[in-house]
T-cell receptor, first 111, second 113 residues
């Protein structure tokens, strides 16, 4: 099946720093999604990308759909304590009935 | 609007016991799914349903059963619990079988001794 590899697995940063994380696959995806999971909660969709090369922002978050369609990137600018959580990339299979998730990037922010 | 409701939130089982994790959504979503979350492995799809009466297997279906008799409910049954099924389980739904924009429940933490 399709596999998504996320890096880094975890990050411990100072409040105010910028954050970059990425997701790669050996398969082509037509959609890339980024979810965030707060501690003790289910994941929530942050950004959806539908076109190769697309760059989309949601507040301090910016995500890009790689031009090869095999990778995607998420950047967080000026991190704050509430950015703490696990960030997942995800992509649907060709039939569109199953969503595959990456292993997640755990972000910790020091005030 | 309650969204996706999962019960119970916590459960401890002994090896060999059976149980059902409940999932209900009030958004009239056609697509529903169950994932398990294990450390470092992200979320793995167990079973999914594209509508009432239709279910299919995901990536890790062994040891689990599902049914979808109504649009609202999608229970997950563990037939004979094993320690390898210790995990956090998430139910998620979507307005379309496109499965892209999932709404997740808060999760059910299961421990099998």
């Amino acid at each position: 099946g399709q596999q998504l590899n996320q890096s880094p697995q975890s990050m411990f940063i100072q409040e105010g720093e910028d954050v970059s994380m990425n997701c790669t696959s050996s398969s082509i995806f037509n959609t890339w999604l980024w979810y965030k999971q707060d501690p003790g909660e289910g994941p929530v969709l942050l950004i959806a990308l539908y076109k190769a090369g697309e760059l989309t922002s949601n507040g301090r978050l910016t995500a890009q759909f790689g031009i090869t369609r095999k990778d995607s990137f998420l950047n967080i600018s000026a991190s704050i304590p509430s950015d703490v959580g696990i960030y997942f990339c995800a992509g649907p299979n060709n039939a569109g009935n199953m969503l595959t998730f990456g292993g997640g990037t755990r972000l910790m922010v020091k005030p | 609007n309650a969204g996706v409701t999962q019960t119970p939130k916590f459960q401890v089982l002994k090896t060999g016991q059976s149980m059902t994790l409940q999932c209900a959504q009030d958004m009239n979503h056609e697509y529903m799914s169950w994932y398990r979350q294990d450390p470092g492995m992200g979320l793995r799809l167990i079973h999914y349903s594209v509508g009432a009466g239709i279910t299919d297997q995901g990536e890790v279906p062994n040891g689990y059963n599902v049914s979808r008799s109504t649009t609202e409910d999608f229970p997950l049954r563990l037939l004979s619990a094993a320690p390898s099924q210790t995990s956090v389980y998430f139910c998620a739904s979507s307005y379309s079988p496109g499965a892209n924009v999932l709404t997740f429940g808060a999760g059910s933490r299961l421990t099998v001794l």
